[in-house]
């Protein structure tokens, strides 16, 4: 089974940065989609972008021109840069990995990233 560790998440003005990083186990890592998700108290959890394994991307339209999924294979890890961020982007954020027929789709711990007005 993948495991993945979030990390990067944090308080930040309106209008800055960040940068989360989702590390995974597991030498599968380069063939699967990756995705981030948010989720915030008493919402269900919503996609906010992927990444094929050949780097085509896909992104919520709240966060398009805002945020970028991409990934390095050589340290499986994916990474979600954050720019132009909103108080409305506040929540966890959770990174997946999207499973096989065989292997089942994973999800990060989560990382609470906050933004203040």
């Known amino acids: 089974q993948v495991q993945l560790v979030e990390s990067g998440g944090g308080l930040v003005q309106a209008g800055g940065s960040l940068r989360l990083s989702c590390l995974a186990s597991?030498?599968?890592?380069?063939?699967?989609?990756m995705g981030w998700f948010r989720q915030t108290p008493g919402k269900q959890r919503e996609f906010v972008a992927s990444i094929t394994s050949g780097g085509e991307t896909n992104y919520a339209d709240s966060v398009k021109g805002r945020f970028t999924i991409s990934r390095d294979n050589a340290k499986n890890t994916v990474y979600l840069q954050m720019n132009s961020l909103k108080p409305e982007d506040t929540a966890v954020y959770y990174c997946?990995?999207?499973?096989?027929?065989?292997?089942?789709?994973?999800w990060g711990q989560g990382t609470q990233v906050t933004v203040s007005s």
């Open positions: 997946k990995f999207y499973g096989t027929i065989i292997l089942a789709d994973a």
């Open positions: 597991g030498s599968i890592f380069s063939i699967r989609a």
